[in-house]
T-cell receptor
Framework: KAGVTQTPRYLIKTRGQQVTLSCSPI?????VSWYQQTPGQGLQFLFE???????NKGNFPGRFSGRQFSNSRSEMNVSTLELGDSALYLC?????????????FGPGTRLTVL | DAKTTQPTSMDCAEGRAANLPCNHS???????VYWYRQIHSQGPQYIIH???NNETNEMASLIITEDRKSSTLILPHATLRDTAVYYC????????????FGTGTRLKVLA
């Protein structure tokens, strides 16, 4: 079974631009979560989607948004990029069920903002 | 959300068992303990998880204390490829599926 895939793997943008990152979950998984990883803040939860609905949101400004499609694929968007948005953005998928449910992570998208 | 505390770093000799401790003294009865590891700039890799009982799989063993306030991840025969940052996470079984990552333990396996 294929794992979580993220595209693109690397991205370079300049301040003020916007960016869209894509995540394809493991087949059959209905939940997709996004995380930001920076050297200073570590791994931080951004948001979680389940069946096209945002189920949970982390403490990030409104410039960070996401959505999930009917096939469970997800995108996240960052508008008006700032230098501090440079990070590894990780997507994780899971079945999305209560109880023992494991998230599996993709390889990440490395975003550099110049 | 329950918090976890882990040592910042540990060394282990190749071929020896690596025992990585985690403190989660505020864990609730419905929260699982998950372990992941991250090898430099890759996505975190799932290792193992448990609720109350000790668990073992092909990668590792998880020992959870009876009061569930702490746990230990055991890599039985560490290899150089096990050098990574190991994260212990506590996650609720319903309502929210987000992971709260701590700073993790940087394990270095020495030849």
């Amino acid at each position: 079974k294929a794992g979580v895939t993220q595209t693109p793997r690397y991205l370079i943008k300049t301040r003020g631009q916007q960016v869209t990152l894509s995540c394809s979950p493991i087949s059959g998984h209905r939940s997709v979560s996004w995380y930001q990883q920076t050297p200073g803040q570590g791994l931080q939860f951004l948001f979680e989607y389940f069946s096209e609905t945002q189920r949970n949101k982390g403490n990030f400004p409104g410039r960070f948004s996401g959505r999930q499609f009917s096939n469970s694929r997800s995108e996240m968007n960052v508008s008006t990029l700032e230098l501090g948005d440079s990070a590894l953005y990780l997507c994780a998928s899971s079945l999305g069920l209560a109880g023992s449910d494991t998230q599996y992570f993709g390889p990440g998208t490395r975003l550099t903002v110049l | 959300d329950a918090k976890t505390t882990q040592p910042t770093s540990m060394d282990c000799a190749e071929g020896r068992a690596a025992n990585l401790p985690c403190n989660h003294s505020t864990i609730s009865g419905n929260e699982y303990v998950y372990w992941y590891r991250q090898i430099h700039s890759q996505g975190p890799q799932y290792i193992i998880h448990g609720l109350k009982n000790n668990e073992t799989n092909e990668m590792a063993s998880l020992i959870i204390t009876e009061d569930r306030k702490s746990s230990t991840l055991i890599l039985p025969h560490a290899t150089l490829r096990d050098t990574a940052v190991y994260y212990c996470i506590v996650r609720a079984t319903s309502g929210t599926y987000k992971y709260i990552f701590g700073t993790g333990t940087r394990l270095k396996v020495l030849a």
